[in-house]
């Protein structure tokens, strides 16, 4: 089955700054890869996804990239601010849509004023 | 609308004990799924159906009972609770959109203690 590997587990940055967290998957037939972001003690909140046929995807301060050639997909999180501290989940499946998904084991991001 | 709703909240059990956790969604989607969530491994699938009547297994399905008799309704039934079945549980439902699929909801989870 899938797999899906995201590094690193813990990032500390400094408000304003950016934020990349990275996730590789196995299967390069998966097509579907959602990020989902988890507040302490509250269910994880979808904030942005990319197909496979796109590269790129922006969302205001939120970007996702797709390498499909390597096998691996990237968020960044531009000019961060403290309310982004939370856990950042990446996921992948073979179904182009959130269903049977395969979680990476989470990030969990810092933002110090 | 409610959205996905769960209960209980949390629930402590001792070893051998069974319970049936609730997982209810009013959005009439289709897709609905049971994940298990523990410290420093990401979310695993439990169970998933795609429409009432419709079950299958996910990653982690041992242990577990799923039924899916109506659309909105989706419960996970621990058989013999064991110290091991200790986690987070979320239930999560994701209807038909645009382009092959809509976005997936979460419900607020139940924290499951056993003893």
């Known amino acids: 089955g899938e797999n899906v590997e995201q590094h690193p587990s813990t990032l500390s940055v400094q408000e304003g700054d950016s934020a990349v967290i990275k996730c590789t998957y196995s299967?390069?037939?998966?097509?579907?890869f959602p990020w989902y972001k988890q507040e302490l003690g509250k269910r994880p909140q979808l904030i942005i996804d990319i197909r496979s046929n796109v590269g790129e995807k922006k969302d205001q301060r939120i970007a996702v990239t797709l390498n499909k050639t390597a096998k691996h997909f990237s968020l960044h999180i531009t000019e961060t601010q403290p309310e982004d501290s939370a856990v950042y989940f990446c996921a992948a499946s073979l179904s182009g849509s959130a269903r049977q998904l395969t979680f990476g084991s989470g990030t969990q991001l810092t933002v110090l004023p | 609308n409610a959205g996905v709703t769960q209960t209980p909240k949390f629930q402590v059990l001792k070893t051998g004990q069974s319970m049936t956790l609730q997982c209810a969604q009013d959005m009439n989607h289709e897709y609905m799924s049971w994940y298990r969530q523990d410290p420093g491994m990401g979310l695993r699938l439990i169970h998933y159906s795609v429409g009432a009547g419709i079950t299958d297994q996910g990653e982690v399905p041992n242990g577990y009972n799923v039924s899916r008799s109506t659309t909105e309704d989706f419960p996970l039934r621990l058989l013999s609770a064991a110290p091991s079945q200790t986690s987070v549980y979320f239930c999560?439902?994701?209807?038909?959109?645009?382009?092959?699929?809509?976005?997936?909801?979460f419900g607020p989870g139940t924290r499951l203690t056993v003893l």
């Open positions: 299967d390069s037939a998966s097509n579907y």
């Open positions: 999560a439902s994701t209807g038909y959109g645009l382009a092959g699929g809509g976005e997936q909801f």
